[in-house]
């Protein structure tokens, strides 16, 4: 069972940058698709972006395309969420979790949820 940890939240302005971090407790993941999702307070949890087992594709939602990267690093068993031109709308706590859907958008696609990372872009 594939254990997450997220990591790399905080607080920015807005126009800032910040670099959220994903590893696996005690397995490796470099055979899963993964993905980060967000939830603001009151709010469902969103999609964010997700990527294949090898990191050669991607997909992203629409209101972070052009300002977040999804990457991973295999050999160090970590994926990563590079969040640019962070705006206020942003703010939420951020999950990483793993599908055998990939393309999927859908949170019940995904399992082994992290505890999350919070963040917060001020205006």
């Known amino acids: 069972q594939v254990q997450l940890v997220e990591s790399g939240g905080g607080s920015a302005q807005a126009g800032g940058s910040l670099r959220l971090s994903c590893a696996p407790s005690?397995?490796?993941?470099?055979?899963?698709?993964m993905g980060w999702f967000r939830q603001a307070p009151g709010k469902e949890r969103e999609f964010v972006a997700g990527?294949?087992?090898?990191?050669?594709?991607?997909y992203y939602a629409d209101s972070v395309k052009g300002r977040f990267t999804i990457s991973r690093e295999n050999a160090k068993n970590t994926v990563a969420l590079q969040m640019n031109s962070l705006k206020p709308e942003d703010t939420a706590v951020y999950y990483c979790?793993?599908?055998?859907?990939?393309?999927?958008?859908?949170?019940?696609?995904?399992?082994?949820w992290g505890q999350g990372t919070q963040v917060t872009v001020s205006s």
């Open positions: 979790a793993v599908t055998s859907s990939y393309g999927s958008t859908w949170s019940a696609d995904f399992r082994a």
């Open positions: 005690g397995r490796t993941f470099s055979r899963y698709h």
């Open positions: 990527i294949n087992g090898n990191g050669g594709s991607t």
